[in-house]
């Protein structure tokens, strides 16, 4: 069965196919009006969204689907302390494929584990955001009639920005790719990003002036610094206006940037952006919809003939498969599932690195945080 | 684009074919089945509410359209600090029409601003509520069997009974009306109200006693007293019993009369009252549904060939219309928008009427507060 | 207009050709899926749920009809002291059939006493939750092959535990039945229950061991001990863990021994029972969707040709019902929905039993609460 849980989860290829997929229902929306007729979505919301919520259910109405919606977390059987198992499998008995969005870090991966339908994570805590990702492609590909060759600004929160860190991820695979991450020093992009560029030869630089940046994009992604990612307001209080977009500083920048931003945007994108024909967050929403549209073909395609809903259940029961890793102690971050999730065990993958100590140095299964483990030799 | 933020929006003859719109729907129903197929509305609840959302819900599900649904704040976007402006935006890129309701007065004209499609306003803070009107009207016509030469009696919260100033709003429109409002002192019409009625020369009486007024009546129209109207609960707590209408009262009272109320109420009718054939409450939410179906079908045929999402994006960003008005200090009234909303800058138009002190009064245009500005010579 | 408060309210013929019903929808579901197009469904949760929520709209969208849902209390009406009456009769010019969870026991008898269409009672309070029984009874007779000649174990909360007042009510209609109740002492099944068993001539078992009762059942139906149905939370910390369910303990069970749980379990189940092919659990919450399609059907079918809605409102106005009863003081059940809704008198029906003092044992006619009354000779 396949999933998104993560933007690698689909390789260049598909994302590609899914891509054109999403083009020809912006060209042709009348021939996919029905094409998931009698099919069901369940757009699971354990945390506050209007905009994701909102593109699924647009994109599944529009291919003639219905959907089912969770909203908060208060008034689910997450208040009555359900496990995200449970509810992933109670749901696979209702619908034919499943969207959630959830505060803890790893909570798509469990999810996953155990859906007997196609799963879609459309957030998990700070963790990953591989749909918002999609829009990101979309857009640079339709804007800039490409994705190779790009130089993608990204400006902001650069360290807690899951965004960020997604559609690096994603662009690092075209050729010719460029980066220049401007931020403070405090929200600075996270040392295991730029290893891994290096590590494959791809350049960037690291900036604190989005100005001196400006000149030279092809791409500037804005993010908002979150206040729910910061534990300590008055660090927040402190970074929230760090880098903020205006008319003026666009004087030098390129006729062909595009400006995108996830959204929402509180004041990151002064207002007078918005009618500069560079602006293109908007679009950005519109063409995430039609992404979706065309995720859940690909997904629902993929899963072919998934049989009955009985047949389903009994494909979860024994075809259940234990999540493989070492054995650790519980996962420091307190946002990982791990520390809520009723009999899910610590369990930790090796990176091959080693810190100063000799300790292996690991990242929990779940949320991906690090940890060092001394391993018995 | 045609909007509908204010019941005046509409002008009396648009107001009929409405209203025949929606005698035709009563009657023929299995016409209009699937009049919006293909088609979505997003309802947008910011404030709490049952009846209005699931009146629009099943309105444009019983023209065989689709529905997507925001209700509360804690879970939505706008719990992240997102304007209504660019919510508007991207909800346009989901849907055909949008209904919204927020607590902020002035938040439906904001909207109506930016909305690439048609939008309704469900109730700006105490501001406005349109559609009540709608039912109001239609139930009248229905029940009275005209619009004219009636005697209106309200009652209760005439101070800040948004549904109260609406509906005298719309029937002062119609010859031969005479109201009479009944209320205690301190929730009197306010003099805006009857000024008005004096310019056009529209007789009123005002009283405190709805046992004397209830003879010569052909509408009552009985309103709750909101808690959530009022910043002290002390007030409200020696105000909210003020006048409560039971069986035995209507012994004095016409055989025609017909007792309307917005719904929901408390205890201002009391449930003896429910089966006399005067109580028309129940059959005015029944026809608030039938008018919603009837102003969607209006709205969308008033927009036309509204152009695929792209198109509707590109027109927002190109006829995007500065709102107009004086520069003024910041609004008074804490409930208007322009205090939550960024970049909104505070606007005003006079009304042509001075104060003792010479200076200018003006209206807010946003939430219509006044505001007595000394304007250069 | 029928409807379903109480699983009894349904007689044995008429379960049995329901579950029929739901046989034949699992067998070919293409045959319902357009079965309720054109109808809808208002699915009012004001208590926290996501299944039975997520069950009823899945179960009318693969009829092919809509759904209207509300959810929480916050978000609505009741959030204004709309009473449950009124959101009902509101509610009937809005849908063709009602689904409703409340908090205050009662809530049902009234909202199904002022209902212009058939209502469903998804649980009222921690009173009755009919539909909970309904997937309960499929899941035995589909697994055991019948439901006659079986003994059924009840485990965890059989105080407060409404399913089990509910299947326990249920099972004693079917010959041969034999129960095996097993709890802690504080937890133990209401003695109004086993006098009725006793009263039948039906045999039973009270004890307090789990692992002495499993060697004999044929069904074991687990419960969770709920956090919500204790006042004091110190008793809930001391009772919540009283019996846990592992695979261990099945080595001494039938290998035909069926295990159910309405869902959500918290820990009372470990998840390595998960694979065992006796566990169904999972199924249940499948059923339970096939048993909410077979009952909308025939309560639709009940209703026969129901007018429109203007027909609804007139004859909820004509032949509203008044509730009888003996008048007695407030009850004392604080979740009583007399005490919230309006003008809702203190009614109670006479058990024909007395007490010591000779005064006569009466239940509250809304939520069934024990009363003694003096009744005047």
Redesign the interface.
């Known amino acids: 069965m396949r999933h998104l849980i993560d933007i690698t989860d689909l390789s260049v290829e598909e994302l590609d196919a899914v891509m054109d997929r999403a083009d020809d229902i ?1 060209a042709h ?1 009348e021939q996919y ?1 029905h094409a998931c007729e ?1 099919k ?1 979505i ?1 757009a699971l ?1 354990f945390e ?4 994701t919520r ?2 699924f ?2 994109a599944m ?1 529009e291919l003639g689907g ?1 959907v ?5 977390a ?10 995200v ?3 992933i ?3 696979s ?3 034919d494929i499943i969207a959630m969005r959830h505060p803890k870090e790893g909570a798509a991966f469990v999810a996953a584990g155990k859906a007997g339908v196609p799963f879609i994570n459309a957030g998990d805590g700070g963790h990953l955001h591989p749909t918002q990702t999609l829009a990101d492609l979309l857009t640079i590909r339709r804007e800039c009639g490409r994705l190779t060759g790009l130089t993608v600004g990204m400006c902001g929160d650069l360290k807690y920005g899951r965004t960020v860190h997604s559609l690096t991820h994603a662009m690092q695979r075209y050729p010719g790719t460029r980066f220049v991450f401007i931020s403070p020093e405090e929200l600075k992009i996270p040392a295991y990003v730029t290893e891994e560029l290096e590590e494959k030869g791809i350049p960037y630089e690291v900036t604190t002036s989005l100005s001196d940046a400006l000149p030279s994009l092809d791409i500037l992604y804005m993010t908002r610094v ?3 990612r910061f534990d300590d307001p008055e660090v927040y209080e402190r970074l929230k206006d760090s880098y903020i977009l205006n008319a003026a500083m666009l004087e030098n920048a390129k006729d062909s940037l595009r400006i995108l931003h996830p ?5 990151e994108i ?2 007078d952006v ?2 500069d ?1 560079r ?1 293109c967050y ?2 950005e ?2 063409y995430g ?1 039609y992404m979706r549209m065309a995720l859940i073909l690909f997904l629902l395609e993929q899963a072919g003939e998934n049989g ?3 047949k389903r ?1 009994e494909r ?3 075809e ?1 498969v234990k999540p493989e890793g070492i054995r650790g102690e519980v996962c420091e971050n307190p946002r990982c599932i791990s520390g809520t999730e ?2 899910l065990p610590p369990l930790y993958r090796p990176t091959g690195k080693t810190d100063a100590e000799g300790r292996t140095i690991c990242r929990c299964i779940y949320c991906e945080t690090e940890k060092a483990i001394r391993l018995n030799v």
Not at 74 to 83: F, I, L, R, V
Not at 263 to 267: D, F, H
């Open positions: 912006i929306p009006a009698g069901k369940a919301f506050p969204s209007t905009r909102l593109s259910e647009a109405s219905k089912l919606s969770v909203t908060g208060s008034s689910s059987s997450q208040a009555k302390g359900e496990s198992s449970d509810t499998i109670m749901a008995c209702y619908v979150q206040r729910e959204l929402p945007r509180v004041n002064s207002t918005d009618g024909i602006a908007f679009k929403a519109l919809k009955d809903h009985l259940l979860i029961r024994t259940s009723q009999e």
